[in-house]
């Protein structure tokens, strides 16, 4: 069987609600899995939770509950989530699951017997709240912690560490060889100005289980438990290895288990992260990787983060966007859209309330639904919502529009890509305009050429529901419907000119996005 297209999120912790940052991410996630399916790629979409670690303990403690329970209540939370964005997750991981946790034990153990490990004593800084320790260098010029370390206290501790150091060298020269390995470049830039201007210090990729007990026990020394990263990054590969990928080296497979050959999703094709994450999956990760023998994932796409009105998103001061009180208002394609048209993968981004409105209006309500709407409509009234014979007036406008959206999903430029797309509907509104159906259907002398215009004009409404799709999933397949078409608009090559046949009947046109008055006017 061939290889899938596989592609990740990171996994989310479960110590707060899912926020903006966790939906913005699985969305762009899923607009990616989507265009490949719609290209004919089978791809396999894994996003889920790190649900070990001592900031869970201390939110289940604080509720007076058991870390599993506190963890299945909010994975029931964060999956509700993934359905509500419309996430096509082929899993979903839990690092609490069996499956998971036997595969970590597995990569410790060889990684052990290989001589990867070793335990040391440390003495110095560690900051609980970022379950982290910290040396000199990590001291502000007045000699503190940022106060985002918390309450940072002296320790000396026994732990094992994984050699990192080791292969410093390496991963400047792999980063240097394989310039597409992490995008955007500049984060690139960063990884390696990091790497060139610091010496790695080993991983200390434990914590004693007297301190902390809620994570995945040493199966070598039951004294301790795995550090949350070491734990959290081998996601990619443990949900792999627990179904028999013949991609992953054979020592890491759960015991008894001999490759089905069914499921090959590794190496990763593309690790979605946000940037606060790099470090760990563009300096830890790939050694780890090298270390345990396995390939390297091919690609890290690294996002910004969100704002809310200019200012970093919190619980304490309110400023907050909740993702599915958003939904419940205004749909979830309009989400999707926003998030996608609004912020470029690379950048940090601002959500505002008016902004979000803007859009809605401007671009989803009179773009794309006016479009709509009009043309089926005319449709309807002038020619019973029979498609007339087929003309290709605006073929070369939609050929453009479907090859230039192509190549920027291919190299995963989902703004741009909707940018394009949007230029065909303003290009199909003008088209509205200068030809003025309206006014040709009052003259019989001009029945062809109205045949001519609604024909493009449909025809252009279901090549946007195809080029759609990956985006606005719930809009194309209702434009779709409307046309009176069967089945879904989920494959590319269906965007072809001239899909609609002379004849056929469409369905009943509605509006997409319905109007909705401004705040101002609703207090009126
Ligand atoms: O970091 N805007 O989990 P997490 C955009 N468990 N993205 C944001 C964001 C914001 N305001 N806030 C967070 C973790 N994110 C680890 C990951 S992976 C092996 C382990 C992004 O819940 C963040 O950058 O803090 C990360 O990619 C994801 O949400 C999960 O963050």
Redesign the pocket.
Known sequence: MSKRFYLT??????N?KP????A??KVVADVIARAHRSLGQETFFLTG??EHGQKVQQAALAEGKTPQAYCDEMAAAFEGLAARLGCTNNDFVRTTQPRHKQVVQQILSELYTQGHLYKAIYEGFYSAKEETFLTDKDRRADGTFDPFYGEVVRLQEENYYFKLKDHQQWLIDYLEQNPSFVYPEFRRNEVLGFLKNNILEDLCITRPAARLNWGIPLPFDPDYVTY??FD??N??ISIPAAQGDPGVPPAFAPKGMTSTGSLSLWPADLH??????LK??SVY?PILLKAMGAPLPKKILV?????KDGQ??SKSTGNVVDPLAVIDEWGVDAFRFYVIRELDIGP??NWTDAGFRARYSAELANGLGNLVNRSLSMLKRYRNGIIPRPSNELAPDAERVISETSDLLENNRLQAALQAIWSLITRANQYVDHTAPFKLAKDQAQAERLDEVLYNLAEVCRILAVLLWPFLPETASKIYAQLGLAGLPDKAHLSRWGGLAAGHAIGTPAPLFPRKESPAEERK
């Not at 999120?9 to 479960?14: E, F, G, N, R």
């Not at 926020?19 to 966790?22: A, F, N, Q, S, Y």
């Open positions: 999120t990171a996994i989310d912790y479960v707060g926020h903006l940052g966790h913005y991410e939770l790190d949350v990263w959290a990054l996601n990619y979605i992260i946000g940037k606060d994450i760990f999956h990760w996002h910004g983060w969100w704002q970093k998103m940090d981004g």
